[in-house]
């Protein structure tokens, strides 16, 4: 969601009209897994360029928290476009 809404990812405008909608996204489907993938991809590109250009040491997992956390701030000052839905455990 905060991804998305920087810019970071992009979806097509088929997923976009979705995930307005509300419409949930199979767990497993082509959408929630790309979805996914490029999430973890992002969060690898951001640590590393945390970690080379700023000379911050961290892990994969708090780049991931902190973002999460920016994203339930601003989503509820409504500042974000909606969320994907999945009924999944991964996250």
Do not use: C
Not at 28 to 35: A, D, K, N, Q, S
């Amino acid at each position: 969601q905060i991804l998305q809404a920087y810019g970071v990812i992009e979806y097509s405008e088929e997923l976009k009209e979705k995930i307005a909608n509300k419409q949930e996204l199979p767990q497993g489907g082509e959408f929630e897994v790309e979805i996914r993938a490029w999430t973890v991809q992002a969060v690898e590109e951001l640590k590393k360029e945390l970690q080379q250009v700023h000379a911050v040491d961290t892990m994969s997992i708090k780049v991931d928290w902190y973002l999460w956390e920016e994203g339930e701030k601003k989503d509820k000052d409504g500042a974000l476009p909606p969320h994907h839905r999945t009924l999944t455990t991964f996250y």
